[in-house]
Protein backbone atom coordinates (compact mmCIF):
# COMPACT_ATOMS: atom_id res chain seq x y z
CA UNK A 1 0.00 0.00 0.00
CA UNK A 2 1.32 3.23 -1.10
CA UNK A 3 0.85 6.97 1.23
CA UNK A 4 -0.42 9.89 -0.25
CA UNK A 5 2.35 12.04 -0.66
CA UNK A 6 2.61 15.07 1.24
CA UNK A 7 -0.07 17.67 0.17
CA UNK A 8 1.45 20.94 -1.46
CA UNK A 9 2.09 24.02 0.73
CA UNK A 10 2.27 27.47 -0.55
CA UNK A 11 6.07 27.59 0.06
CA UNK A 12 6.48 24.09 -2.11
CA UNK A 13 4.19 25.73 -5.10
CA UNK A 14 5.62 25.27 -8.27
CA UNK A 15 5.85 28.68 -10.00
CA UNK A 16 4.77 30.28 -7.29
CA UNK A 17 4.83 33.79 -8.62
CA UNK A 18 2.78 32.79 -11.58
CA UNK A 19 -0.78 33.81 -10.16
CA UNK A 20 -4.04 31.93 -11.42
CA UNK A 21 -7.37 33.29 -9.94
CA UNK A 22 -10.66 32.22 -10.46
CA UNK A 23 -11.50 35.00 -13.44
CA UNK A 24 -7.87 33.59 -14.86
CA UNK A 25 -9.47 30.61 -14.90
CA UNK A 26 -13.13 31.38 -16.21
CA UNK A 27 -11.67 33.70 -18.33
CA UNK A 28 -8.90 31.09 -19.98
CA UNK A 29 -11.09 27.88 -19.36
CA UNK A 30 -11.51 27.12 -23.26
CA UNK A 31 -7.84 26.91 -23.23
CA UNK A 32 -7.48 25.06 -19.78
CA UNK A 33 -9.67 22.63 -21.17
CA UNK A 34 -8.41 22.19 -24.93
CA UNK A 35 -4.80 22.11 -23.22
CA UNK A 36 -6.34 19.28 -20.76
CA UNK A 37 -7.89 17.25 -23.43
CA UNK A 38 -4.50 17.77 -25.13
CA UNK A 39 -1.96 16.40 -22.58
CA UNK A 40 -4.78 13.46 -21.83
CA UNK A 41 -4.91 12.00 -25.31
CA UNK A 42 -1.14 12.12 -25.71
CA UNK A 43 -0.62 10.39 -22.41
CA UNK A 44 -2.99 7.70 -23.86
CA UNK A 45 -1.15 7.78 -27.00
CA UNK A 46 2.46 7.59 -25.82
CA UNK A 47 1.20 5.42 -22.80
CA UNK A 48 2.63 7.73 -20.52
CA UNK A 49 2.61 7.87 -16.81
CA UNK A 50 1.99 11.21 -14.51
CA UNK A 51 5.62 11.72 -14.11
CA UNK A 52 6.31 12.15 -17.70
CA UNK A 53 3.60 14.59 -17.63
CA UNK A 54 4.92 16.43 -15.11
CA UNK A 55 8.48 16.40 -16.99
CA UNK A 56 6.97 17.74 -20.43
CA UNK A 57 4.78 20.15 -18.72
CA UNK A 58 7.63 21.90 -16.37
CA UNK A 59 9.62 21.96 -20.02
CA UNK A 60 7.43 23.57 -21.61
CA UNK A 61 6.67 26.26 -18.86
CA UNK A 62 10.80 27.18 -18.78
CA UNK A 63 10.06 27.32 -22.56
CA UNK A 64 7.48 29.85 -22.37
CA UNK A 65 9.52 31.52 -19.16
CA UNK A 66 12.27 32.14 -21.10
CA UNK A 67 10.21 33.52 -24.27
CA UNK A 68 8.60 35.67 -21.68
CA UNK A 69 12.06 37.37 -21.30
CA UNK A 70 12.58 37.96 -24.97
CA UNK A 71 15.31 34.71 -25.68
CA UNK A 72 14.14 31.96 -27.69
CA UNK A 73 15.27 28.71 -26.16
CA UNK A 74 13.07 25.56 -25.97
CA UNK A 75 13.85 23.25 -22.80
CA UNK A 76 13.08 19.46 -24.25
CA UNK A 77 13.17 16.82 -21.68
CA UNK A 78 15.88 13.74 -21.90
CA UNK A 79 12.96 11.51 -21.61
CA UNK A 80 11.48 10.29 -24.49
CA UNK A 81 7.66 9.68 -23.27
CA UNK A 82 7.94 13.44 -21.93
CA UNK A 83 9.24 14.88 -24.91
CA UNK A 84 6.21 13.39 -26.98
CA UNK A 85 3.95 15.14 -24.47
CA UNK A 86 5.92 18.08 -25.07
CA UNK A 87 5.57 17.53 -28.41
CA UNK A 88 1.35 16.89 -28.39
CA UNK A 89 1.01 19.82 -26.50
CA UNK A 90 2.59 22.08 -28.28
CA UNK A 91 0.64 21.02 -31.43
CA UNK A 92 -1.95 21.51 -29.40
CA UNK A 93 -1.14 25.38 -28.56
CA UNK A 94 -0.38 25.76 -32.52
CA UNK A 95 -3.78 24.42 -33.49
CA UNK A 96 -5.51 27.02 -30.83
CA UNK A 97 -3.55 29.70 -32.09
CA UNK A 98 -4.82 29.20 -36.11
CA UNK A 99 -8.53 28.59 -34.59
CA UNK A 100 -8.53 31.55 -33.07
CA UNK A 101 -7.23 33.76 -35.77
CA UNK A 102 -9.55 32.18 -38.14
CA UNK A 103 -12.40 32.98 -36.07
CA UNK A 104 -11.33 36.24 -34.97
CA UNK A 105 -10.33 36.98 -39.10
CA UNK A 106 -7.12 38.17 -37.77
CA UNK A 107 -4.47 37.04 -40.60
CA UNK A 108 -0.89 38.91 -40.64
CA UNK A 109 1.87 39.09 -43.71
CA UNK A 110 3.12 36.38 -42.01
CA UNK A 111 0.32 34.22 -42.25
CA UNK A 112 -1.43 33.96 -38.71
CA UNK A 113 -2.07 36.17 -36.24
CA UNK A 114 -1.33 35.93 -32.34
CA UNK A 115 -4.72 36.13 -31.16
CA UNK A 116 -3.49 34.01 -28.05
CA UNK A 117 -0.59 35.34 -25.57
CA UNK A 118 2.29 33.27 -24.01
CA UNK A 119 1.44 34.33 -21.04
CA UNK A 120 -2.03 33.04 -21.06
CA UNK A 121 -0.58 29.76 -22.31
CA UNK A 122 1.69 29.55 -19.25
CA UNK A 123 -0.89 30.42 -16.73
CA UNK A 124 -2.79 26.92 -18.11
CA UNK A 125 0.25 24.92 -18.25
CA UNK A 126 1.11 25.87 -14.58
CA UNK A 127 -2.81 25.34 -14.00
CA UNK A 128 -2.09 22.01 -15.27
CA UNK A 129 1.18 21.22 -13.36
CA UNK A 130 -0.25 22.14 -9.82
CA UNK A 131 -3.11 19.99 -10.91
CA UNK A 132 -0.61 17.20 -11.85
CA UNK A 133 0.95 16.87 -8.79
CA UNK A 134 -2.07 17.19 -6.47
CA UNK A 135 -3.82 14.52 -8.18
CA UNK A 136 -0.55 12.15 -8.75
CA UNK A 137 -0.55 9.64 -6.27
CA UNK A 138 3.50 9.04 -5.93
CA UNK A 139 3.72 6.06 -7.19
CA UNK A 140 6.37 5.95 -9.66
CA UNK A 141 4.22 4.54 -12.63
CA UNK A 142 1.22 5.81 -11.17
CA UNK A 143 -1.50 7.41 -13.99
CA UNK A 144 -4.18 8.57 -11.01
CA UNK A 145 -3.62 12.54 -12.97
CA UNK A 146 -4.51 10.96 -16.20
CA UNK A 147 -7.31 9.29 -14.52
CA UNK A 148 -8.46 12.63 -13.09
CA UNK A 149 -7.73 14.26 -16.66
CA UNK A 150 -9.97 11.47 -17.97
CA UNK A 151 -12.82 12.51 -15.66
CA UNK A 152 -12.52 16.12 -15.98
CA UNK A 153 -11.98 16.66 -19.47
CA UNK A 154 -13.77 14.34 -21.46
CA UNK A 155 -13.71 14.33 -25.48
CA UNK A 156 -17.24 14.77 -25.28
CA UNK A 157 -16.81 18.56 -23.58
CA UNK A 158 -14.29 19.43 -26.00
CA UNK A 159 -15.20 17.76 -29.05
CA UNK A 160 -16.75 21.36 -30.15
CA UNK A 161 -14.89 23.39 -28.45
CA UNK A 162 -14.49 26.84 -29.29
CA UNK A 163 -11.44 28.89 -28.19
Not at 84 to 94: C, H, N, R, S, T
Request: proline letters at 4%.
Amino acid sequence: MHERPAPITLESLPNADVRLSESFLHEHEPLVLWLAFSLCSAMEKERAVDSDAGEALEALIRTYRTMDSGLIYETRPQNPYAAGLQEAIKKAVDEARDRLAKQSGLVEQSGVANALRDKDILGALVFLQRMGMEYQNGRRRGRAFLHVLKTWFPAEKTAGLAL
